[in-house]
């Protein structure tokens, strides 16, 4: 008797087109679950690591990339407490160090990685959460503890991450602010932060919204300069966090103000086996946020399926004639899902 088969998009060489394969379909192990994918997030990671760019988390060659997925529990491993056939479910659960990603119509998951998708959400809608609100959670509750009464400086606060740390912020009751380039500073506002634009020096930033005082907390989610810049606009004791902070930087502002600083390297749990239940932990509180109406996700509008991959990592980078994203974008792997 033949074995079931699954069809997943993968990439053989680097920076390859993605291949569309029939392949057998896993069997979740003890501990995991099998997850029918309706949808698949893309992130910029997702194209860094197709074109050989991340250091920090490879995929071997040939792989299935996607970090994200949103879809249906179908089968369960010996061990597994907490979810059924048939939940729906949602995740960040591989594409990098070897596991395989959710550009396919089956994966094999840790449970402890999954949470319960919100009812509220689509599965498109929920696949492009997990990434980006672990790394917004990582940094902003576990890192800086953001609490109410706080000024808290999203830099990017219509991307990814950023649009995620502004509403976790404002659910914690601080006072928010974030720059964003100047056509997405009304998205910003409608959102409940103060927004800033992007091309505004800091110094005089600070000076308008904090009397030169500088914020509590300072989330970079964009790494280089504005990393930089945001050393010099937190205040003194303040708190700086960057889930970009890979390059070289002086830390004489930072020190000068008696502050902190912390990295956010949000791969670590899924590359070193390490903490994976936190995981499912943020999601379930990012799932009760969905359901209070305190959190939604920015999806762009274009629809693509497994068969236009290349095109949605194309519109991920912004080239090839692919418009601005406005949004994360989303990929639909079973259009009956939704």
Request: proline share 4%; glycine share 12%; with cysteine.
């Amino acid at each position: 008797m033949s074995k079931p088969t699954m069809t997943a998009a993968l990439v053989e060489v680097t920076n390859g087109p993605f291949i569309l394969r029939e392949l057998a379909r896993p069997e979740p192990a003890a501990g995991q679950v099998l997850v029918q994918i309706a949808a698949s997030g893309t992130n910029p990671l997702d194209t860094k690591i197709r074109a050989g760019e991340a250091a920090h988390a490879r995929q071997p060659l040939p792989a299935i990339l996607g970090m994200d997925l949103a879809g249906t529990v179908v089968a369960i491993g010996d061990g597994v407490a907490g979810f059924r056939i048939g939940d729906a479910v949602f995740g960040l659960t591989g594409g990098a160090g070897g596991l395989q990603g959710s550009h396919a119509q089956f994966a094999a998951v840790d449970a402890p990685l999954l949470a319960s998708k919100p009812a509220s959400l689509t599965m498109r809608q929920a696949s492009v959460l997990p990434l980006v609100v672990i790394t917004a959670w990582e940094g902003l509750v576990d890192r800086a503890k953001v609490r109410a009464g706080q000024t808290v400086l999203v830099q990017g606060g219509a991307g990814g991450v950023g649009h995620v740390a502004v509403q976790i912020a404002l659910d914690r009751g601080a006072k928010v602010f974030a720059t964003a380039l100047r056509e997405d500073l009304d998205y910003v506002r409608s959102l409940g932060a103060t927004p800033i634009d992007a091309s505004v020096e800091v110094e005089a930033f600070v000076a308008e919204h904090t009397g030169g005082a500088g914020f509590d907390v300072v989330y970079d989610t964009l790494g280089g300069p504005v990393l930089d810049a945001s050393f010099r606009a937190v205040k003194r004791f303040g708190h700086v966090v960057s889930c970009l902070g890979w390059g070289t930087h002086k830390l004489a502002p930072l020190s000068f103000k008696q502050a902190t600083y912390s990295g956010v390297f949000t791969l670590h749990t899924l590359l070193a086996d390490e903490g994976r239940a936190h995981f499912g932990e943020i999601l379930t509180e990012a799932s009760a946020l969905v359901e209070a109406g305190k959190l939604l996700p920015r999806l762009d509008q274009r629809s693509f399926s497994i068969e236009e991959l290349g095109a949605a990592y194309d519109a991920v980078l912004g080239v090839n004639g692919a418009a601005r994203q406005q949004g994360k974008i989303a990929v639909t792997i079973d259009p009956q899902a939704d």
